[in-house]
């Protein structure tokens, strides 16, 4: 079986000039570093680094700008037109991260905020427990986008929601894992996150690629769903302990045990309306309307008849019922 990944032990500013081409990668998830002395956080936190791998290469906070737009502009170039990038952040920096994407010709689609658990505890201000996820895209191509890849478009919760929309609303709540007794890097990101982004923004076989691969999460995630997988990893510690892992995972494995959706919409959803089919549609409803008594009844047998959404009909009917 051809290898799914092409890892490489390096500076990804060096790496992606080096390995990779203009427009070759589809997607680019990634997790740059701190940029607030990530190395000594332990000392502030009193978190055990008994477990954690060492070597994590830090960038200083005066350094960060600069850093960001170099990196940042080879994320570009090796985008292809269409393709998304998703720059996770805490708020320490994100003004630099932001600055250098306005220094490229990426466009903003989503500012996502991403709600976890293990939050910094506070006694004297608020608790950080949040990171912001910025999602854009190289334009000139098409985008990718699977609205329906994870929930079906008609599934409802208890209360009647859009369970698809309730999934793509811009604030996450997804728990870190909790990995105790286990070697691990600073900042790991959880698997249901990667899916999530993996899943919504492409496709089977196309190629992944994470910028500071770390704890090699996104390379999993990646490779777990199919796709093909390259990246970059500096610390020469977490590189010779994940990358021979990545040997023992089958490709394609996730795709059996997660959750995948289809577009049930009607067909002639968000299509214009005629006149002729107004005049039929207003009749039809005076017809069933005096069958049932109940105008909810009636629009749901119309959405039926019409292949349309109940709330295109509904004010259709409005419109209708106003001449």
Request: hydrophobic share 30%; glycine share 6%.
């Amino acid at each position: 079986m051809k290898s799914k990944y092409k890892i490489y032990c390096t500076d990804c500013i060096e790496g992606a000039q080096k390995h990779l081409s203009d427009n070759s990668i589809d997607l680019i998830i990634t997790d740059p570093p701190y940029g607030i002395s990530g190395d000594l956080l332990h000392k502030h936190y009193h978190r055990k680094e008994s477990n954690v791998i060492s070597g994590y290469v830090e960038i200083k906070q005066s350094d960060y700008f600069d850093f960001s737009v170099q990196w940042i502009k080879e994320a570009e170039r090796v985008l292809r037109p269409g393709g998304s990038i998703y720059i996770l952040s805490g708020y320490s920096n994100l003004v630099d991260i932001l600055n250098a994407l306005r220094q490229t010709n990426l466009e903003e689609i989503n500012h996502l905020i991403w709600k976890y658990n293990f939050g910094v505890y506070t006694s004297k201000k608020y608790v950080s427990s949040h990171y912001h996820i910025l999602y854009y895209e190289k334009p000139g191509g098409k985008r990718t986008f699977n609205t329906f890849s994870r929930i079906d478009s008609d599934e409802k919760n208890s209360t009647g929601g859009s369970l698809n929309y309730l999934d793509r609303e811009d604030v996450w709540i997804i728990n870190r894992e909790y990995k105790p007794g286990k070697i691990k890097n600073k900042n790991e990101l959880p698997l249901e996150l990667l899916i999530k982004l993996i899943q919504y923004s492409s496709n089977e076989n196309e190629v992944v690629c994470d910028f500071f691969l770390g704890g090699f999460s996104t390379a999993k995630a990646a490779i777990g769903l199919n796709r093909k997988m390259t990246g970059f990893e500096i610390n020469k510690n977490s590189f010779n302990h994940h990358y021979p892992e990545l040997k023992k995972i089958m490709p394609g494995y996730l795709l059996n045990s997660i959750k995948t959706g289809k577009n049930n919409q009607p067909k002639n959803q968000g299509k214009p309306w005629d006149s002729r089919e107004i005049v039929k549609l207003g009749e039809r409803f005076k017809e069933l309307y005096s069958v049932h008594k109940n105008k909810k009844k009636s629009i749901e047998i119309l959405q039926k008849e019409f292949s349309r959404g109940y709330f295109s009909i509904l004010n259709k009917i409005d419109e209708f019922q106003k001449r």
